[in-house]
């Protein structure tokens, strides 16, 4: 029994009303935390070097200074750094999505002889650190180009299949789950209605765990496209994708910070995109299984 | 002709020891046109037997004839069948009028104009004819219900599979969609396979039930002959509801004993029951009459469930319950003494070890609306 009296008690939408209010406040500070960085980022980048070597921190630049993004592309091959990410990427998540949706699809449908131990193995390579298998998988490159003849360090297809090794398997596990969301009756009724198990699989199942796709393939190209292990060891020269570039700022006399987070803000663009066009999907994507269909 | 013969089907999960046998040795056949349903409790085979007919699940031993042609290792596109499942399974990207063309698309040689005409044919016959612009996620339940009857209906095929198409209905519109459905059927006249855990709806759609327990057939007949003539005390306590009542029971004398009473039984009875001494007696609720307390079994009253047009009476008789059916309205209080009476042709008794009907109700067999005709 509360001791006030009637008219001194919150009515419960006032208490929901204070607990709206509440939720509200963190998220704001959780935002404002996960906020942080990404701004001072993109006001750097518009800040005279001078002014950022000034003591104390300021969150609003005296003026914008847009030469940085200008100077930043004759310094470094830059575009070409640039290029080289998208095609890493974009390859490994072409490949990788290929791979994994049709591994999924026979996680979630089908029973087969080691099923379990597959995937456990599958799901353990994504606790070995990449460090790791650094040297390893070198002197596995090492071993492939002095006895089959082929180069892999420096090359596309090289560091394409280190990255497909590791977001291979994280995109089936992601995708498996989808797959089980998707009911199997409507396998059956497509198989029923006249497709063979091949039809089925592309006109009805794939349509349907487009969402999830999508958003397996955001999460694997943002892998690939902010890895910087792998790169540093085994993707220079004409490969050396954004990543690694972006670290030329650091000179041995100085480190061009103002540039430097131009680049940066500019390399942010694709990702961002990717979320902005296919926001609904990754929501949809991250969620599924979550309600009774 | 789209009569459907099933040859010693057995269908076992797992294998080695660990197989568990679903359907154990079935054989059943199906006449063109005729509505047969499967029933059975969960876990029974039935829907197994149905999946198998479809192509959905591989036989162990045994042969499926459809149309005389035999279609056991073929593909379920090479069927010639149309399936209604129980969640519907319409793909949830397309429309309802894609739903329902999908299967002439992906089977037929028809041209775009002639899938439009027969979509819209079916629609109309289903009353969806608003509704083919719209997807699944846009129709309630009953609507959803009804493409899918439409998608099968549009493909016109030899057989109609179904699998518990009315189980996820609310009460009244279950009703309704039985009546219509076994309307549809009669007007289609296309050979149905319908598969359900209802005794009533198998009681009042099915030209033919087949009764499935444990994976084995218990019996396959109309409606009243299961309900009326069942082969085994399964069948006695599946159909019919309230179910059976079941009083065991010792042959002592030429009458069947019970702690609480004795019933005198006439010579030709006794004669098909020559050599049996336990027995298990049926007796149908409806086949129980009030007497005054100097009736053939003493019993006292527990509770009345009204349900309207008569009621349900729960009366014991020393540690058995029985059910018995009795007017509207009829208020007896509780442990209050009552004399029940039983026609002996109305009895049912079963051997208590193998189950077996020995002697079984008179009541008529013959549908009155085909007496009618």
């Not at chain 1, 990788?96 to 449908?109: G, I, T």
């Not at chain 2, 459907?4 to 797992?14: A, H, I, P, S, W």
């Not at chain 2, 009857?149 to 518990?164: K, Q, Y």
Request: hydrophobic share 45%; with cysteine; aromatic share 8%.
């Amino acid at each position: 029994m509360s001791v006030l009296p009637e008219e001194f008690r919150l009515s419960s939408s006032g208490r929901d009303l204070i607990a709206d209010a509440f939720a509200k406040v963190v998220l704001v500070l959780v935002l404002l935390f996960a906020l942080f960085p990404i701004w001072m980022m993109i006001i750097t980048s518009f800040k005279q070097r001078s002014e950022l070597f000034q003591s104390g921190v300021t969150l609003i630049p005296q003026a914008f200074h847009v030469e940085n993004y200008i100077n930043m592309w004759n310094r470094f091959p830059l575009v070409d750094y640039f290029l080289n990410s998208l095609i890493i990427s974009g390859v490994t998540t072409i490949i990788c999505l290929l791979v994994a949706s049709l591994a999924a699809y026979s996680f979630s449908r089908y029973d087969f002889r080691g099923k379990d131990l597959f995937g456990l193995t599958i799901l353990s390579t994504q606790m070995i650190p990449g460090v790791l298998i650094l040297i390893p998988m070198f002197m596995l490159f090492t071993m492939i180009q002095q006895d089959v003849g082929i180069q892999m360090t420096n090359t596309y297809h090289g560091i394409i299949f280190i990255y497909s090794t590791f977001t291979v398997p994280f995109a089936i596990w992601m995708l498996r789950g989808y797959f089980d969301t998707i009911p199997t009756a409507l396998e059956e009724a497509a198989r029923i209605d006249g497709c063979t198990r091949t039809e089925a699989l592309f006109r009805i199942v794939l349509p349907l765990a487009l969402p999830g796709i999508a958003a397996t393939g955001m999460f694997v190209f943002i892998i690939a496209f902010n890895e910087v292990l792998f790169a540093s060891v085994m993707a220079n020269n004409d490969v050396t994708p954004f990543a690694i570039g972006i670290q030329e700022f650091s000179t041995n006399t100085q480190t061009y910070w103002t540039e430097m987070m131009a680049a940066a803000t500019v390399s942010s663009l694709p990702l961002l995109l990717i979320f902005v066009l296919f926001q609904k999907q990754i929501v949809s994507g991250l969620t599924a299984g979550s309600v009774k269909q | 002709m789209g009569t459907v013969e099933l040859q010693n089907l057995t269908k076992e999960f797992g294998s080695g020891d660990d197989a568990i046998v679903a359907v154990d040795d079935l054989s059943i056949q199906l006449e063109d046109g005729e509505f047969l349903v499967l029933v059975g409790p969960s876990g029974c085979g039935k829907s197994t037997t149905l999946r198998m007919i479809a192509g959905l699940e591989t036989t162990t031993e045994g042969d499926i004839r459809i149309e005389d042609g035999l279609v056991t290792n073929r593909e379920p596109r090479d069927r010639d069948i149309a399936m209604v499942f129980q969640n519907y399974a319409l793909y949830p990207h397309m429309t309802a009028r894609e739903n329902m063309s999908f299967g002439l698309k992906m089977n037929s040689d028809l041209s775009e104009e002639e899938i439009t005409e027969r979509v819209e044919d079916v629609a109309g016959i289903m009353d969806i004819g608003d509704l083919l612009s719209d997807e699944p996620s846009e129709l309630s339940g009953g609507q959803q219900q009804r493409v899918a009857l439409g998608r099968a209906i549009v493909r016109d095929p030899a057989v109609f599979l179904m699998d518990e198409p009315l189980s996820n209905l609310d009460a009244k519109l279950r009703t309704t969609m039985r009546t219509e459905l076994q309307a549809l059927q009669e007007d289609l006249e296309t050979t149905t396979i319908y598969v359900t855990h209802d005794q009533t709806e198998a009681m009042t759609m099915g030209d033919r039930i087949a009764v499935l327990n444990e994976g084995e057939l218990q019996q396959i007949g109309t409606p009243l002959e299961c309900y009326n003539r069942p082969a085994n005390r399964f069948v006695a306590g599946f159909i019919g509801s309230p179910s059976m009542n079941f009083v065991d029971v010792t042959l002592e004398d030429g009458a069947l004993v019970h702690p609480e009473f004795e019933y005198d039984l006439s010579e030709s009875t006794l004669e098909t029951l020559a050599g049996h001494t336990e027995l298990v007696l049926g007796i149908r609720p409806e086949d129980i009459e009030l007497t005054d307390e100097s009736g053939e079994i003493e019993a006292s009253a527990q509770v009345v469930e009204p349900l309207g047009d008569f009621s349900h009476l729960h009366a014991s008789i020393g540690d058995d319950t029985v059910t018995v059916t009795v007017e509207a309205g009829t208020a007896i209080p509780n442990d209050e003494s009552l004399g029940l009476s039983v026609p002996e042709e109305r009895l049912h008794l079963f051997d208590p070890e193998t189950g077996t009907a020995l002697k079984n109700s008179d009541a008529p067999v013959k549908n009155a609306h085909l007496l009618a005709a």
